[in-house]
């Protein structure tokens, strides 16, 4: 005869206890960083691949009174339809108004690719990491190329060409030499150093020299 405190500890190792304890530790998290993620994937991958090939955990969790009021719930039996891992993490999630629909999603990209080659648990970590990485990558890659792409606000430093230049409305075309520093960020400063000759008068920063008095003539023989 199985003792009542055999039964507390089988029930407490159960798939669905484990499930329910990560759920418990997600409800604490505010933001699902790749770590923790990474974390949480993997301890869902195991339990999963106990819970699709033991009948007895199989069926205590479809039996879990939370998915009476869902559409799409495990049934008993032969797994049909969505794959048990699409379920435990659901499960795992919560359900109701305050789970958050992005980590289902989220430990979905991490986990189906794995499920559905059948890789071992062992190496589940190892394949999470690959992906985030390469998640991580091509965010960078397109966070690079909108950057390129977009319109950059850049900051002038006042200096003496700057201020008759701004001061003057309309367009104009000069000749400067411009120093160009770019900051972190992206920050982009720019500071005239220089005008061309032309805007120099343009602006008056450059005063016209008086032409000197032609030599008078010296008559030959003087």
């Not at 869902?44 to 069926?59: G, H, T």
């Not at 900051?155 to 003496?160: A, E, G, M, V, Y």
């Not at 000749?175 to 992206?186: C, M, P």
């Amino acid at each position: 005869m199985t003792s009542k405190s055999t039964l507390k500890q089988r029930s407490e190792r159960s798939c669905v206890a484990k499930l329910l304890k990560i759920r418990a530790k997600l409800a604490t998290v505010g933001t699902l960083e790749a770590p923790q993620s990474r974390k949480y994937a993997v301890k869902i991958y195991r339990i999963v691949s106990r819970l699709s090939s033991d009948i007895d955990e199989w069926q205590t969790f479809c039996e879990h009174p939370e998915w009476a009021s869902e559409k799409r719930k495990p049934q008993p039996g032969k797994h049909k339809g969505d794959p048990p891992l699409r379920f435990a993490i659901k499960f795992a999630v919560g359900f109701g108004p305050n789970a958050s629909g992005s980590w289902v999603r989220t430990f979905n990209g991490l986990l189906l690719g794995a499920w559905s080659e059948r890789l071992v648990s062992a190496k589940v970590d190892e394949h999470v990491k690959g992906i985030q990485e390469d998640k991580h990558t091509k965010a960078a890659a397109a966070r690079d190329k909108r950057r390129e792409n977009s319109t950059q606000t850049v900051k002038l430093t006042p200096s003496r060409f700057s201020k008759p230049l701004l001061a003057k409305e309309g367009e104009h075309y000069v000749k400067a030499e411009l120093k160009i520093t770019v900051q972190s960020g992206q920050k982009t400063v720019f500071e005239i150093a220089g005008l061309g000759r032309k805007a120099l008068k343009s602006f008056g920063l450059l005063k016209l020299e008086k032409p000197k008095p032609a030599k008078k003539p010296t008559s030959a023989g003087k």
